[in-house]
C-alpha cells in the first residue's frame, strides 16, 4: 500500500512537470486523455492508423488561444506553432521519459 502512495505521488510530481513544461511553451490548456476509451467510436483515423489505438494508452492534449499569435495569424502560423509544441513535447519524452515509449 505505501509502496502504492509512493509510485502514484511520484507519476503526479511527474505529470505536474510535464505540464509546467507544456505552459512554458505557450500552451494554455494540456490535458492526458486515456485513448483506449476510443475503442468503437468513429474518430477520424484512418483504419491504418489504428495501431495507435492498440499500442498506446494515453495521449498528450495541447490547446492554444489563437490571439497569442497576433490578430492577422495565417491558419499556417497556428500549425506551426502547435507543431512545434508538439515536437517540443516529444523531445521533453524522449529526455525524461524514454523508459515509457513503446518502440515500433
Known sequence: MVTEIVHASK?????????????????????IANIQQLDGMPTGISSASTVLLENFRYAVV??????????KATGSDVSLFMEKAAIDVLNYFLRCFSRWLYCW
Open 62 to 71: 495541447l490547446g492554444a488561444q489563437l490571439n497569442r499569435l497576433g490578430r
Open 11 to 31: 507519476d503526479t510530481i511527474q505529470t505536474q512537470g510535464l505540464k509546467t513544461f507544456i505552459h512554458s511553451l505557450g500552451i494554455d490548456l494540456v490535458g
